[in-house]
């Protein structure tokens, strides 16, 4: 077993949180124990406590990870016009859920973070995501004011993201993630065209 001595707070909080997210990656949140997360780093359970207070601000800083990597690959999406700009963002959320279903599955699952009051830091994780959508809306219709970009993109974003949360699963065929994104490529669709009918 590690010694204390070994490693900084900070890189036992580092070292806990790579070995609690590749517990969800390979197993999913059920699987997460605080025991079984500290023993892998050779570490005792009272070490985990020392870094993050319980087992949901832990919970926290997986799926603040979990936001950052979506976040990312919505940055890695063309620039391209209109309605095919949301295409592009609504099927890399889709396609990220596909890819990484074990750390995606439960990131707005309020069970896992019960009585838990959302720290500022965590929730702008949140908004770095839905700034990508907000960015391409915003580009679309420049007159709109800031508060109204921001629902529109929290109601793109919501009909999307239920889409997945009703459609994707563990292991998907060809054909079936091609189903999930003709339904995408649906809401899509009729969302945009019946947001900019809007006057």
């Known amino acids: 077993m590690a010694r204390r001595s ?5 890189e036992i909080k ?11 990656i390979r197993q999913g949140f059920s699987a997460l124990k605080a025991r079984s997360i500290a023993k892998e780093i050779g570490y005792t359970v009272g070490s985990l406590y020392m ?7 832990l919970t926290l ?24 700009a949301m295409e592009s963002l ?11 279903f074990n750390r995606w599955r439960y990131i707005f699952d309020d069970r896992l973070l019960t009585g838990v009051e959302v720290p500022d830091w965590y929730q702008d994780k949140i908004d770095n995501v839905l700034a990508h959508f907000e960015l391409r809306l915003a580009s679309l219709k420049p ?34 993630i091609k189903k999930i994104e003709a339904t995408i490529l649906v809401l899509v669709s009729n969302f945009m065209r019946g947001w900019n009918s809007h006057p």
Request: a negative charge; aromatic letters at 6%; one cysteine or more.
């Open 51 to 57: 870094v993050y207070a319980n087992m949901a601000d």
């Open 14 to 24: 580092t070292m806990l949180l790579d070995a609690a997210e590749q517990v969800v």
């Open 143 to 176: 007159e709109l004011n800031v508060l109204e970009i921001k629902a529109t993109a929290v109601a793109f974003f919501a009909g999307v993201h239920g889409i997945c949360t009703l459609s994707l699963k563990p292991s998907l065929d060809k054909a079936e």
């Open 61 to 84: 800083h997986i799926h603040a990870r979990t936001f950052d990597a979506i976040a990312l690959q919505l940055k890695q999406t063309p620039l391209s016009e209109a309605e095919t």
């Open 90 to 100: 609504a099927l890399a959320y889709m396609n990220y859920g596909v890819q990484n």
């Open 6 to 10: 070994e490693h900084s707070l900070e």
